[in-house]
Structure formats: structure tokens, C-alpha cells
């Protein structure tokens, strides 16, 4: 029976799952009340076949012994120290299934206090996969417009066929706030919803890291390793944040290449193109550029105006268009602030009972452009003058004065004087411990030398297209 019901599965799902779940199983008994009784590895790789496995096993199983059929599973079990200990226990399914089960009363042999909880398997394998996944980030409420069409329908077409395209992996990049997040979370939310029975596992290149130094910590790298291979779709959030961890690079790599191997599906957002990935291993590198490179680009005003509209429409709140149209035309580059500008409208409105007018209007886009510049950081501005100058920033904070350097230096502290809110003096003792004369000198060269060279007027339109959002 068992055999018959194997091959049947073994028809119907891919040979790998085939392999990894249906072959180590072993038949002990058919009892007379139809109830098939299987032996499976662990409590793991039960809860592995209920959650993934229930429909085609029990169709399989009614195909052979009718609608009477009853799946027992017992558990082989092994102590902590790896010796099989010579018993079995019952799980009784207790699954939604209607393949019903059975309990008997099987003679637990050892009581062993401390193997009480003997479903613990070392490292992080008997953790359920939850997807993870934001049910809020969806394709209905991802607006299209020309900005981000591309990658909207790969996305879509993705999701239609997760593994089945040459968009594998698929690599959303663009900038901050311009809807990265909420398209890998639509694409791995439409999946699900298309696919139920597909694990998907939504995860930051952060908490990845995370992860995985701890597995190396606690010497459970390979369960980490097998983990990962369970998944069939694959999205991870922000992979610019590997640049320059090699560890973690080199275990994304092997995890990669096994996933795209066994056709399953990998979804990758960065805030940069892959040719403009720094420190990251070039053989990861040219994998990110196997399948497609999918832009975010700025949303274009009409797009702006119907995100603004749709969350109106979402809060069931109504507001002037012109207020629409001010907002629209003022936030450009960040969905994110352009949301958070409107909600906060909306919050005063109803906070002062008043219809918001375009006084109101102002002063909120006013707080929140001014929001943009504050988040840049002294730091950042060191890192991107440096990296402008193709200087390290120790170079920068140094006595050095070589000319150059020097300028580069002056510069740093002109934009940090232009960006920050940080005082003259906090600002020089930032670079190098310099007093605050030396920062109001830099500041007065740079504006000077802006009206009277060129080359140096350059640098300063450069550096500052950089650092503005
Ligand atoms: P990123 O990950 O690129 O920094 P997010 O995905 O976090 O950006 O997006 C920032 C905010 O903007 C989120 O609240 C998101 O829902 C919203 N957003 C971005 N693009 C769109 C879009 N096309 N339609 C609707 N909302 C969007
Ligand atoms: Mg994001």
C-alpha cells in the first residue's frame, strides 16, 4: 500500500522534495481499521509533511484504501547525544486533514527526566517558517506609474510563477523609500495567496547576518545551511548590507546556488545596482546578474498624486486637491516622506478639527524637506567626500595639508555646516579635533573658491547632488 501511495507522490511533487521527505519514511504496520502507520525521522519532519505534504499524502492514501483511511505517525527518536534509543512515540495527527488518526498506547520505554522534551533538535531546524510576510504591502496598493512599472510586472510575473522564470533571482533596487520593502513583501504576499502550500521566508540581510553568526557561534552552521534550503522562495531585504561581511557572503552564496539549482525562486532588494555594489565577492555579484536587475525610479508627479489619493481614500478622509497638489509637488523623491507628510496633515486636521489649508500645508512639507536634510548625518558627509575624493576618512580627519586633502577636508565641514544642525564647534571636533574658527574659515574658502573655480564649483555640485535626497 505504502509503496503505491509513494509512487503516486512521488508523480506529483518534484523529485528533490520527493527525495528529501518521502524516502527516509518507513511503513511499520496496516492495521485493520485502515490506519496506516508510518515511521518519520523526527517531530520536525512530521510537522514538515502536515504542514506541506497533508493534501497529497491523504489523497494518496484514500486512492489506495478509500475514505476510512487513517495516517499514524511515530517518531523516531533519538537522544541528545545522537544514540537511537530503542523506541517510538505516537504524535497523534491532529491536523485539519481528514485523514483521521489513531492513538494506541505505546509503551514509552525511557522516562529519562531530561529527555522530556526530546523534539529539540540542536540549532534552529524545528523552528516553523513563518513567512514573515506584511499582508499590508500588497500589489493592490502599490500604485503604478512609469517609475516603477518594470519592476512591478516582474514582480507580477514572479509571482505567477515563482521559480519558472528567468527572472531568478529577481533584484529590486532604487533608493531610500521608493517602495522596495513593499514590493518583495506584494510579491512573496501574491505567492503565498497563489501557492499556499510554498514556504516563502521574507528576511533582512541584517537579521540574515544575525543568524548566521550566531549559527557560527553556537556551531550550528549547517543547520542554519539546511534551513534555508527548506525554502522555496527566498526575499531578502537589503543585500547592499552584506557588502564587506565575507562569512555571511560566502553562506548566502551556497544557499543561492542550491535554491537557483532546485528551481527555487530568490528576490533580492539593494539600494544600488550590482555594478555599484562595493565589497561584495564577485562571484555573488554576477549571480545578482543572473536574472533580472529590476530600477525603482523616483515616482513622477501623477504617480505621487495617486499615492496621496489612495491613502486619503484608505483613511476615508477628504482634503482640497490643491493641498494634493502642493504636497505632490514639493516631496519628490521619497515615497516614504511624501506618506509621512500627508498622514501628518491628516493627524493635525483632525487633532485641530479644522480643514487643513494650504498655511497648514506649508508648514508641514516645510518640517518634513527639513527632516530629509537632518537625517544626514556628519559621519555620512565625511563617508561621502572621502569616498568623492576616493580618500579614506581617517585621511580626512588627519594633520595632513597636503592641498588637496586640505580642500577635501573643507568641504566636509562646509557641507556638515550646510546639512547638520550640529554647532561649529561640534562640527570641528568631529574631523579631527579642530576648534571652531578652523570650521568658519573652511566654510567662508569654499564659498569663496565656488564663485572664482570651476573645477572646485564642480566638486560642490557633485557632493551636494549626493547628499540630497
Ligand atoms: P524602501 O524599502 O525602498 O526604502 P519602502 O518599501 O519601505 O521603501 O516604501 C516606503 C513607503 O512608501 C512604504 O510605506 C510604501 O508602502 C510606500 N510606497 C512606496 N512605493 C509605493 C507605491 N508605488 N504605491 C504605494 N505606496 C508606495
Ligand atoms: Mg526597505
Given at each position: ?89 505516537q504524535i497523534p495527527s491532529t491536523h485539519r486533514s481528514s485523514v483521521k488518526t489513531q492513538e494506541i ?140 561581511k565575507a562569512g555571511t557572503q560566502d553562506v548566502f552564496f551556497h544557499i543561492f546556488n542550491y535554491l ?108 518634513f524637506v527639513k527632516n530629509i536634510k537632518r537625517e544626514i548625518s556628519i559621519d555620512y558627509i565625511q ?87
Amino acid at each position: 500500500v505504502w509503496n503505491n501511495c509513494l509512487s503516486f507522490i512521488k508523480d506529483n511533487i518534484q523529485e528533490q522534495a520527493y527525495k528529501t521527505w518521502f524516502e527516509p519514511i518507513v511503513a511499520i504496520s496496516l492495521s485493520e481499521d485502515n490506519a496506516l502507520h508510518i515511521q518519520v525521522p523526527s517531530k520536525f519532519f512530521y510537522e514538515w509533511l502536515e504542514e506541506h505534504y497533508v493534501i497529497i499524502l491523504k489523497t494518496a492514501l484514500t486512492k489506495e484504501l478509500g475514505n476510512q483511511a487513517k495516517l499514524v505517525y511515530k517518531i523516531k527518536m533519538e537522544n541528545t547525544y545522537g544514540n537511537k534509543l530503542p523506541f517510538t512515540e505516537q504524535i497523534p495527527s491532529t491536523h485539519r486533514s481528514s485523514v483521521k488518526t489513531q492513538e494506541i498506547d505505546v509503551p514509552v520505554v525511557n522516562k529519562n527526566p531530561e529527555l522530556k522534551n526530546p523534539f529539540i533538535i540542536p540549532g534552529i531546524r524545528n523552528v516553523k517558517i513563518e513567512s514573515q510576510l506584511n499582508a499590508n504591502y500588497s500589489f493592490d496598493n502599490f500604485l503604478e506609474g512609469d517609475s516603477n512599472r518594470l519592476s512591478r510586472s516582474a514582480g507580477m510575473a514572479v509571482a505567477n510563477k515563482p521559480g519558472g522564470t528567468s527572472f531568478n533571482p529577481l533584484l529590486i533596487f532604487g533608493g531610500v523609500g521608493l517602495g522596495k520593502t513593499h514590493l518583495a513583501h506584494a510579491i512573496g504576499v501574491e505567492i503565498k495567496d497563489k501557492f499556499p502550500e510554498k514556504t516563502v521566508l521574507y528576511i533582512s540581510a541584517e537579521i540574515f547576518t544575525q543568524q548566521y553568526i550566531e549559527s557560527v557561534k553556537k556551531n550550528t552552521r549547517n543547520d542554519f545551511i539546511h534551513f534555508y534550503q527548506l525554502i522555496d522562495v527566498l526575499i531578502i531585504d537589503d543585500v547592499q548590507f552584506l557588502s564587506g561581511k565575507a562569512g555571511t557572503q560566502d553562506v548566502f552564496f551556497h544557499i543561492f546556488n542550491y535554491l537557483h539549482q532546485n528551481g527555487k525562486q530568490v528576490i533580492l532588494t539593494s539600494d544600488k545596482a550590482p555594478v555599484d555594489m562595493q565589497d561584495i565577492e564577485q562571484r555573488l555579484l554576477s549571480r545578482f546578474k543572473w536574472g533580472l536587475s529590476a530600477e525603482l525610479h523616483q515616482p513622477d508627479y501623477e504617480t505621487r498624486i495617486s499615492i496621496l489619493r489612495n491613502i486619503l481614500y484608505r483613511d476615508g478622509v477628504e482634503m482640497p486637491e490643491e493641498i494634493l497638489e502642493y504636497v505632490a509637488k514639493h516631496i519628490k523623491s521619497n515615497v516614504r516622506e511624501l506618506e509621512g507628510a500627508i498622514i501628518s496633515l491628516i493627524a493635525q486636521s483632525s487633532f485641530n478639527k479644522r480643514e487643513v489649508n494650504l498655511e497648514l500645508a506649508k508648514q508641514v512639507v516645510e518640517k518634513f524637506v527639513k527632516n530629509i536634510k537632518r537625517e544626514i548625518s556628519i559621519d555620512y558627509i565625511q563617508k561621502v567626500v572621502s569616498d568623492y575624493f576616493q580618500l579614506d576618512t581617517e585621511t580626512l580627519k588627519s594633520k595632513t595639508r597636503k592641498r588637496h586633502i586640505v580642500q577635501a577636508r573643507q568641504l566636509a565641514m562646509y557641507f556638515s555646516k550646510k546639512f547638520t544642525k550640529a554647532s561649529l564647534a561640534n562640527i570641528g571636533a568631529q574631523i579631527g579635533d579642530r576648534d571652531h574658527a578652523t570650521v568658519l574659515h573652511a566654510v567662508k574658502t569654499v564659498d569663496n573658491l565656488v564663485s572664482t573655480d570651476k573645477q572646485f564649483k564642480k566638486f560642490v555640485e557633485d557632493i551636494n547632488k549626493k547628499l540630497s535626497i
